[in-house]
Each structure stands twice: as C-alpha cells, then as structure tokens.
C-alpha cells in the first residue's frame, strides 16, 4: 500500500503515543497517532488501493507504520464509527459496501450542514484561501486527463478538509470531517469521467472567488451546489 499522509518516519516519532502537531488550514491541528492513520487508510480508498468487501489486515499496517498494533486498531475503530469499515470479530475488518441509501442519506446530511459550514468563513485567512487557489489550480491542469481521477479525487477531499478544518467551530468540524471520509468513495466514484472532473473544477473555481471576495452566500450556494452534483454523479454511476 502507498500510504501517502504519513510515512514510517513520522510513525516512528509517535511510538510513545503523542501526538504528532501538523500544520492545517493555516493554523496548529493537533492529529493523534490513530487519526493519522484512519486518515491515511482513507485516501488509501479514495485512491482504490482497497475496494468494497477488501479486508484490511493489521498487521500488514502495523509493519507499514512501523507500530504496534494497538494504533492500528485504534485507527480502524475510528473508520467503523463513520461507516467506512466493518470489524467482524474472528474474521478483521472489512472495507463497507457502497450503498444507494447511504449514499442519499450522506449527502442529505451533508448539503443541509453545507450552508452552516459557509457562515463560519466569514473572513477566511487569505493563506488558507491561497491554499485552496494552488490546489484548483492544479485541478484545472488535469481535470481533463483520461488518468487524472486518483490525483483529482485526492485534490478534491484536501479542498474540503482545508473548508471544515477552517470552519473554528469544533464540533461543526468534527461533523463535517466524519460525512468528508464516508463519503470521499463516493465522491471519487462520481468523478470517473474528465467531463464530470471538467464541470466539478468550475465549481471549485467559483467557490474559491466567493470566499476570496467574503461572499459567505454565494460560497454558501457554490457548496450545495458540489454537494448536489457528487451526489448525483456517485447515483449515476450505481446505476
């Protein structure tokens, strides 16, 4: 597996259980040894590295992060409180299906939440917006590539990290990163074809000029507007 959000060096600075400080949205976040590696086993899916039903062996992370197991399961819990994997004792965990229901159900939930989440960034610090501009950018470049999905869909979950983790309203946040991970398969799934990359990065575009501008409405708007689009796109492609 080519776990890309923490390396086995970083693992091995937490052996003791600290926690390791990373730089997020422009100002200190604080992620815990477990988190990142529930974050990193997530963009392992995002990336297709594991599918629906795919078995998710501890010990084989443990030998990737170079620690014990413990985390591992710690890590693993995290996922099974946000849908994305199921433990079955006796037989380990297991990446969840995809579901229609859920599917409707995630980003309900995840739409409604969108124009709450646009009030809190009123006034967003420029850096963080500045970060958003470089990543829609690149977007831009290889929405259109034939092979772009995995770094496309990768780009898209940091663009909406970089929004809830901005939001300073910590269980909005907490919200928002648990619907960002259960529905970052999806999202990936809707956005298969270069046409829907093409037509997804418009919105990124406007979305960032909204918030470039304070326009919390307008930002507001551009969110729902994503949401509903993935939503549809990730239904399309269930059949």
């Known amino acids: 597996m080519n776990f890309m959000s923490m390396n086995a060096g970083s693992a091995s600075t937490a052996k003791s259980g600290s926690a390791i400080g990373v730089m997020r949205a422009g100002r200190q976040r604080v992620l815990t040894m477990p988190e990142q590696i529930a974050e990193s086993i997530t963009l392992a899916i995002l990336r297709g590295e594991y599918g629906p039903g795919d078995s998710v062996r501890e010990q084989e992370l443990a030998d990737h992060f170079q620690v014990s197991r413990g985390p591992i ?101 907490e919200l928002m990163g648990a619907l960002g991970i259960q529905t970052a398969r999806y999202t990936r799934l809707g956005l298969r074809s270069p046409e829907r990359r093409q037509a997804s990065v418009i919105h990124w575009r406007q979305l960032v000029e909204a918030l470039r501008q304070n326009n919390s409405t307008a930002a507001g708007n551009m969110m729902v507007e994503l949401i509903n689009a993935s939503h549809q796109a990730a239904l399309n492609q269930l059949g």
Request: with cysteine; proline share 1%.
């Open 73 to 173: 399961r710690e890590a693993l819990r995290i996922l099974e409180k946000v849908g994305v994997i199921t433990i079955v004792p006796q037989r380990g965990a297991h990446v969840t299906s995809l579901s229609k229901q859920e599917i409707d159900n995630l980003f309900e939930i995840r739409a409604v939440l969108a124009g709450l989440l646009a009030k809190h960034l009123t006034d967003l610090d420029a850096s963080v917006v500045n970060q958003m501009d470089a990543v829609v950018t690149r977007l831009e470049l290889i929405a259109g590539q034939a092979d772009a999905l995995d770094e496309y869909a990768q780009g898209s979950y940091r663009l909406s990290t970089l929004l809830f983790q901005s939001c300073g309203n910590k269980q909005l946040e």
